[in-house]
């Protein structure tokens, strides 16, 4: 920066400015400058002399004083400057340019000049004047609700003490008329204010007064085209995502005017000629016409120009995959109407990471620096002649892979989820697919995993990669409530998703439990008025460190009581202890691919009955065994937040078989079936004496003993849930469910535990003993159970079900401190006894509005608002609405 003008003088009292400010400082500083030289040449024109711009002469500094209204000690400034006394600088020169510019770039100072005060041979005495930039002392805000006020402060960093510069000023001025015109607000108004504070502190202070005039929001009332020939204007305006007109169709759709998003419905709305193929189509002019304070109308002229066709279409500079090859993935034949967006996905599909695209087929290969364009080469008669020139350039191998920001998570739990090696043939694949393993783990903010890549050489054909993550709280404190089974269900869990066992007996380990080896540990107690239970569970994801095998373990102990019909109380006399343990394995599979799970397990569970009798136990003094085998296949490639999937599936299929003890314990089931079924009919005949009838009821208990000494059942289970992004992060989620529970000898019979229970929140109790809560909003907790030949309840549970679920998905934030979104539902389901009796179509329907919020220490909460459009069993009139609030639960 060349100094603007040095006055030479032999008067060697009068000071000489010897800086040019840089272009950031304010206009009232220029102004300055420029008063301050016309004074100097006016005064002392006879002694003045130019100085050569271009030749500037080299002084000492001799000393360096410092003058103004600044509450900063001279030593202070002086050094901020990086002038030093001694030091060798040219006057004019780029020195005392770059101190003008340390000062301003301080954010502490304004009305920055330096000057020449003398000179004395070559040594020259410099002089800086300044004064402080004033603070910010009061903030008043108007035109905003006081909740708003907090964030807005926080965001433009308003906060009592800031340095209040023009560039402030200005930047949340704009920040605020940006944000208001986002919210449909355009013609939002904010103006500013300051006012200088005059008291005994010496500090330069100001206050300010914010004004916030966001005005009406303002709608679309109209979207007029004209020019359009060939495409109806309700398809262009359909195209129009973000940008729609108010009318009846559009009642859940916004109207607001976002210029942002009108603008980029714009490049929507050509695109819409595009894939019909009017390439030339154009928008002439679009015109925003403000109607009153509320609405304004946009009119939007077209363009057509012709239609064309797809003609030859060659592959040029292709050595590695073929014509035919290529043309599998462009999927483009001579003939079709020209679709530019479509040609331009199918090369280069921005919108998707794993696209089958021929982008992705070259770097899902090694070919990191290929290039892929496509050219017209001709264009006559309507018919597009096409180029797809290919430059392939060198297999691309990884060179150095590492990982940054892990402070918590061991280097070995992430490394082995890479799927990236050094000297591995480079794969955008592979890369996305790391990523989205990262993200499974549940240690780090999902929406900051990067992949920086590093020191490409094209040349030699390698690149590093490094991983870039960010630590979330992985351990959870779990608070669930709901209603069920009953009465209120409470549960308080500790749950540690990043332990490290080997470190449980170093102390130094604990802040506060030792972490960072990716092992999970539980705690949990649940409890209500008739039901306790408390669980202990551990899972290793990599059984000795090399393979992706998950060992787990769990031991649970519960306690159940009877419901007192006369005191409405548990009955403490009545009770029904289960204790469990359970030892799985699950590993991860190659085929079909790497996304399949094959788990197993091995459960035991004693069930304890003292004076428990109810329609399913007609022995109420006595214990049952269960000890069963389960195997499961699944297959989860869901998107990289485990929270809030945008993609993928899951599908899951397992079977749960007990010991066919039938086959080989020597009892003869048939005839205890016959005996039991001649004692229910002596305890069903009302003529019988009550003697009798008992004797009849007690041998039946002696036969169910019997019967369910060793529990003998086999359980079959199939879910499936599928994520697709509509629009940007609109995610529609279909899913269904399927359960049955049947028995190797239907003389043995169905057992009476293992059993479904729908309806509700899915937050029931009692799911120790093996059965299971199906959660179907809309509808009273566990009340569509199976009807008897009454079409009352059975309150046993059904062997059976089927439900059907469709939500519509959308984020308010995905931040890792907290991820919130709402959804809205639609969901039927079904449940029965036996396959005789079994429709799946015969549903229990609802619909409702919900809202989840995940905390990183307490895990997921909810809140749904249900409309069950039918009867619960036993009951005549709809469900109607009902509320189902979860803590630490997902749908």
Partial sequence: MRPLLIIKKENEDLGKQVNKLTKQLPLRTYLSLTLTLLLTVVCHNTNAQELNYNEGKTYTIGDITVSGDTHFSAQTIVTYSGLRKGEEILIPGEEISKAIKKLWDSNLFNDINIYL????????????????????????????KKSKKEKLIEENKLEKGVKVTENLITTTKNYLINKYKKDGF???????????????????????????????????KDIIITGNDSIKSRKLRRAMKNTKQKSIKNLFKRSKYIEADYKEDLTSFVDKYKENGYRDARIISDTLIVNNKKNVTLKIDVEEGTKYKFGDIKFIGNTVYSDKVLNSILRIEKGDTYNGVLLDRR?????????????????????????????????EGNVIDMEIRISEGKPVYFNNISVTGNDVTNDNVIYRELYTRPGQLYSKSNVVRTIRQLS??????????????????????????????????????????????GGFIGTLGLSFNNFSLKNIFNPD????????????????????????????????????????????????????????????????????????????????????????????????????????????????????????????ISR????????????????????????????FNNVDYEALKNERDEKQAVVNDANETTTVRNSAADRIAEIDQERFKWLEFYKIKFKAEWYTELAKKLVLRPSLEFGFLGAYNQDRGVIPFERFFLGGDGLGGYNLDGRETIALRGYENQSLQPADENGFSTQDGGTIYNKFSLELRYPITLKATAKIYVLGFLEGGVSYNDFHDYNPFDLKRSAGLGLRIFMPAFGLLGIDFGHGFDPATGQTSKSGWQTHFIIGQQF
């Fill in 636 to 663: 989860d490639n869901r998107g990289n937040d485990p929270v809030f999937p945008q993609r993928g599936s899951l599908f899951s299929l397992t079977a749960k078989l007990s010991v066919p003890y039938s086959l």
């Fill in 186 to 220: 355009y013609n939002a108004k904010v103006y500013i204010n300051t006012i200088e504070v005059n008291d005994s502190i010496e500090k330069s202070r100001v206050n300010m007064v914010l004004n916030i005039d966001k005005g009406k929001k303002v709608k679309v």
């Fill in 509 to 632: 380990a604990y802040h506060p439990v030792p972490r960072g080896d990716g092992q999970k540990l539980a705690l949990r107690l649940q409890a209500s008025r008739f039901y306790q239970t408390y669980s202990f569970s551990f899972t290793e994801p990599w059984l000795g460190g090399k393979k992706p095998v998950q060992f787990s373990t769990s031991l649970s102990h519960s306690r159940q009581f009877l419901y007192n019909s006369y005191t409405g109380e548990a009955d403490k006399d009545k009770r029904f202890n289960i204790t469990g343990i359970t030892l799985g394995l699950a590993k991860r599979l190659t085929i079909p691919d790497d996304y399949f799970t094959l788990s197993q397990a091995v459960s035991y569970q004693h069930y304890d009955l003292k004076n428990y009798n109810t329609g399913l136990f007609t022995f109420g003094d006595g214990y049952s065994n269960n000890l069963a085998y389960t195997i499961g």
């Fill in 347 to 379: 090369i280069a599909d921005n919108t998707k990471p794993d696209a089958d695209d021929i982008t992705n087929l070259y770097q899902n290969s090694g070919y990191l620096f290929s290039t892929i364009n496509p050219v017209e080469v001709n264009a």
């Fill in 440 to 485: 499974q783990l549940g240690f780090f903010d999902t929406e900051k995993i990067a992949t920086n890549f590093k020191n490409p050489n094209p040349n030699e054909g390698t690149i590093d990669l490094e991983y870039g993550l960010e630590e979330t709280g992985s351990s959870q404190v779990e608070l669930q409530g709901g209603y069920g089974g």
């Fill in 117 to 144: 005060l003398k000179t004395e041979g070559n040594i020259a005495y410099l002089e800086i004047r300044l004064s402080d930039l004033p603070e910010l002392n009061e903030l008043k805000i108007n035109g905003i």
